[in-house]
Antibody
Framework: QVHLVQSGAEVKKPGASVKVSCKAS????????IHWVRQAPGQRLEWMGW????????KYSQKFQDRVTITTDTSASTAYMELSSLRSEDTAIYYC??????????????????WGRGTTVTVSS | SYELTQPPSVSVSPGQTARITCSGD??????VYWYQQKSGQGPVLVIY???KRPSEIPGRFSGSGSGTMATLTVSGAQVEDEADYYC??????????FGGGTKLTVL
């Protein structure tokens, strides 16, 4: 069974960085991308970026491009999301999710099937 | 900026049919995906590629779409279907985005 286990809750001060981990099991880690999505209190889900675990290619949301870094350690079947220059608005639950792709004649669709349970990041002075 | 719009809430009695809509100007010709999120849990994929259902999802969940609107239908909704539901698709630059979410109440 596919599982994504995320690291525990974090409390950070404004300006600091946070690094969240996501350990995968139950499938071939290198064969599927990993996405990161966050949800601030009372807000919609927000896609942050993804990494093609097989070749290391990454794409980030324009909103987070300057502050987020997604990496993987294939030997540990673990993905990481690091967000820097934290501010109070970054208080949210951060999710990792396994990615799937649908290919049509005209487009690629990147979506997620299995999600982790989320990591709460609180930014407070 | 481009957004996917959902009604904030939908309420039905057990056994009734619930319909949750997702509208967006860029939806025509694009696949839509639906996620269920119960309190304190990560999202679960319930519909992919507009109409397909993962094998573990009950048959009462179905998806459809027409023009600028996609619809998630829960036929014969059960109490355990109470959750937030999010649609997901891409904008014209293939950037992923989620709808605002709809709280489904079954009581």
């Amino acid at each position: 069974q596919v599982h994504l286990v995320q690291s525990g809750a974090e409390v950070k001060k404004p300006g600091a960085s946070v690094k969240v981990s996501c350990k995968a099991s139950g499938y071939s880690f290198s064969s599927y991308p990993i996405h990161w999505v966050r949800q601030a209190p009372g807000q919609r889900l927000e896609w942050m970026g993804w990494i093609n675990v097989g070749n290391g290619n990454r794409k980030y949301s324009q909103k987070f491009q300057d502050r987020v870094t997604i990496t993987t350690d294939t030997s540990a079947s673990t993905a990481y999301m690091e967000l820097s220059s934290l501010r109070s608005e970054d208080t949210a639950i951060y999710y990792c999710a396994r990615g799937l792709t649908t290919v049509t004649v005209s487009e690629y669709y990147f979506y997620m099937d299995v999600w982790g349970r989320g990591t709460t990041v609180t930014v407070s002075s | 900026s481009y957004e996917l719009t959902q009604p904030p809430s939908v309420s039905v009695s057990p056994g009734q049919t619930a319909r949750i809509t997702c509208s967006g100007d860029a939806l025509p010709g694009k696949y839509v995906y639906w996620y269920q999120q119960k309190s304190g849990q990560g999202p679960v994929l319930v519909i992919y590629d507009d109409t397909k259902r993962p094998s573990e999802i009950p048959g009462r969940f179905s998806g459809s779409g027409s023009g600028t609107m996609a619809t998630l239908t829960v036929s014969g909704a059960q109490v355990e279907d109470e959750a937030d539901y999010y649609c997901y698709s891409t904008d014209s630059s293939e950037n992923p985005l989620f709808g605002g979410g709809t709280k489904l109440t079954v009581l």
